[in-house]
């Protein structure tokens, strides 16, 4: 398992989302449960307001984009991709409020693809995307597990919050560096 937290501003997210878009290494999914199989790819985000999570296909020559898991209880006849079968990476949105960051969230499983190779491939890919994301984040010892791109870190000395999960411990100016 692999998970990176993190914090963006919106038009950062956008761009982060757009360049998976236009690379050939991924398809992208809006959402977790689907009415099909074989799910529709997007191909832009207009409103990332809209947007909770983003599945992160990663592609490759041994399957398609099919999705291998059923929904339950309130999903039952939905299809969804199984985290621990399928060669994906999530994408949680963190929601921005008036000045309060919710963080957003790479994560995926590594190992349980039964296919030797599409295995190695999804664990290269995802740790190669995981590194793309971390280049443009900092952190410090207050915010750790958490990150931060440099434009969050100017909106926090203009009274923005960053909210350490749902609900939890808030950061500010003056407490971003454990003072």
């Not at 809209?50 to 296909?57: D, G």
């Not at 963190?94 to 349980?112: C, D, I, Q, V």
């Amino acid at each position: 398992m692999s998970q990176l937290n993190f914090f963006m501003t919106k038009d950062e997210l956008v761009n982060e989302i757009n360049q998976l878009l236009n690379s050939d290494d991924y398809l992208l999914f809006d959402k977790t449960f689907f009415d099909s199989e074989s799910p529709e790819t997007i191909s832009k985000i207009t409103n990332i307001e809209s947007v909770n999570r983003i599945i992160i296909w990663i592609k490759n020559d041994k399957r398609l984009p099919t999705c291998s898991a059923k929904g339950a209880g309130q999903f039952e006849g939905k299809f969804l991709f199984d985290v621990y079968k399928d060669p994906i990476i999530e994408l949680d949105i963190g929601k921005t409020g008036m000045t309060l960051f919710s963080p957003s969230r790479l994560f995926h499983k590594a190992g349980w693809i039964e296919d030797k190779e599409l295995r190695e491939l999804h664990t290269k890919s995802a740790n190669k995307l995981v590194r793309t994301f971390k280049k443009k984040l900092t952190t410090t010892s207050r915010l750790k597990p958490f990150y931060i791109t440099e434009s969050v870190a100017k909106l926090l000395t203009s009274d923005y919050e960053l909210e350490l999960g749902e609900g939890g411990m808030r950061v500010t100016k003056h407490n971003i560096n454990g003072t």
